[in-house]
């Protein structure tokens, strides 16, 4: 075989201690089944601490919701709700509002995003979140279900879009959430005349892009809007930046680098295949030359999560030259942000059962996995990354194996079941029994995408809390409540 091409996933102590622990994890899965999702909610609450250090650094006040849709999990919402930090929740759906409330949110630190439906929308009004209105008629619709019920008035933060940058240099998307900022305008004419039902706190957008000129852009012209509001005699407190400041997946860089160079001479036929039957992540060759784009997810990414804000508040606002950080401290507004995916970074892990390893007659080795593509959804996000195999017996001293080349298969009866469509490369082949772990799934690999195809099996999933000393404790999910820490307690 060639030589492994291994993508080993970033392991921070809590989850890497987790995996080296067979003995509690082998009968976890016994017990509860393949896939199951593990949860460390104590990670997150570190998560918030590394967010809240930046603020610090920057002398900024504001709060740090976590975005929802991420995860579904009910531990990591209550053990949230349990800090009395500035940690808020942000919704997006009337399923999602409920199940903050019933975890012990209080409305104060609940702010309600994206488009929504009349139930949500009324929910949200009668409770007293904070509204992100999406658009004008959402404006619209808020302050007459206020009137209607003769509800107290409803905060709002309208969300805004499509910013546009001084010149031409820095591109700006369209989306399809939010009000155009050149749209402003009308829509504080319409903040204004419902005054009696809505007040402005502030102003919202979230960009799904890791481009950091392209949200000081949006930074920028949500302080400009802000000030036409002062302008017009409305007292805004604050701006909340939405999401997306990433995670970096893998351990090591030169990995990556090498990973996706090996990739591109595999399809030019330089190397023996790496995807199986061609597949090029959406790289083709064509007479010798490669076409198309990579279509991944930049695993390898030093500058995410709490340090990738810490960047974007020391950027230089594109107009009005100074530091946004400056800006919004001049202007004593607080900052809010929704990130997902950078607060869930190291907070859970899916252990999958490998089934069975089959040789087929060409010399790939097939390994059929107790879950599906839809379990475990990293292929489908592009992002590539190693599971970690976590031996079903004690490995003897020194037994290091051979290193392995596999396809990593679904349990649908289905041909496009592929967990990974890409060669994994495993420190030796695993045996039926052994648990492949995948890392750092918590953020939307865990439970967005599963389903109950050919009635197989959804995960379960358990929260894990680590005495520090080698010993674990665990409990499902939903029996998860912050007040169960202590060791056997939980
Ligand atoms: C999805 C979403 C987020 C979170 O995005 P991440 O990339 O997970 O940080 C935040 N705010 C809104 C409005 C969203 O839709």
Redesign the pocket.
């Known amino acids: 075989m060639s030589e492994p091409l291994y993508l080993a996933p970033r392991l921070e102590s809590r989850p890497a201690a987790l995996l080296d622990s067979p003995g509690f994890l082998h009968p976890l899965v016994t017990a509860l089944g393949s896939p199951l999702n593990v949860l460390l909610p104590d990670q997150l609450a570190d998560n918030v601490r590394r967010f809240q250090d930046v603020y610090a650094r920057h002398r900024l006040a504001g709060r740090i919701h976590y975005?929802h849709?991420?995860n579904r999990s009910s531990a990591l919402v209550r053990r949230l709700a349990a800090d009395d930090g500035p940690t808020g929740i942000?919704v997006?759906s009337l399923g999602e509002l409920q199940h903050a409330l019933s975890g012990g949110f209080t409305p104060d630190r609940i702010v309600a995003?994206?488009p929504k439906d009349p139930d949500f929308l009324w929910l949200a009004a009668r409770t007293g979140v904070t509204v992100?209105v999406d658009s004008p008629a959402e404006l619209t619709a808020l302050a007459a279900l206020v009137e209607r019920f003769r509800l107290p008035r409803v905060r709002v933060m309208p969300r805004l879009s499509q910013f546009t940058a001084p010149g031409t240099r820095i591109l700006t998307r369209r989306s399809r959430f939010g009000t155009p900022v050149s749209e402003a305008a009308a829509l504080l004419d319409l903040v204004e005349k419902h005054a009696d039902g809505i007040e402005l706190t502030g102003l919202s957008y979230?960009l799904?892009t890791m481009g950091i000129a392209e949200k000081a852009v949006a930074l920028e012209g949500c302080l400009t809007v802000l000030d036409e509001c002062r302008r017009r005699g409305l007292r805004p407190l604050a701006v909340d930046i939405?999401?997306?400041?990433g995670v970096d997946y893998l351990a090591d860089g030169a990995q990556w680098e090498r990973y996706t160079t090996e990739l591109t001479r595999a399809l030019l036929g330089k190397r023996p295949p790496l995807t199986w039957q061609g597949h090029g992540y959406g790289l083709r060759a064509d007479s010798g030359t490669v076409r198309g784009a990579l279509a991944v997810y930049p695993g390898h990414r030093p500058v995410a999560g709490a340090r990738y804000l810490d960047e974007l508040l020391a950027q230089t606002a594109p107009s009005l030259g100074r530091p946004l950080a400056t800006l919004l401290l001049e202007n004593l507004y607080d900052l809010h942000v929704?990130?997902?995916?950078?607060l869930l970074d190291q907070c859970g892990i899916t252990l999958v059962q490998v089934r069975e390893v089959r040789h087929t007659a060409d010399g790939d080795r097939l390994v059929r996995l107790a879950a599906n593509a839809r379990d475990v959804g990293l292929e489908d996000h592009g992002l590539l990354i190693d599971p970690v195999l976590v031996p079903a017996r004690p490995e003897p001293p020194g037994s290091g194996g051979t290193p392995v080349g596999v396809y990593l298969l679904g349990n649908l009866c289905l041909e496009a079941d592929l967990i990974s469509r890409r060669t994994v490369f495993l420190p030796r082949e695993p045996r039926p029994g052994d648990l492949l772990a995948f890392a750092n799934t918590a953020?939307?690999f865990m439970d967005f995408t599963a389903d109950h195809a050919l009635h197989q099996p959804v995960a379960r999933k358990v929260a894990v809390h680590g005495d520090g000393d080698g010993g674990w404790s665990w409990c499902l999910d939903d029996q998860y409540w912050p007040h169960l820490t202590a060791g056997d307690a939980l």
């Open positions: 975005a849709k991420a942000d997006a995003t994206g992100c979230h799904d939405g999401g997306g400041f929704e990130p997902g995916r950078a953020g939307y």
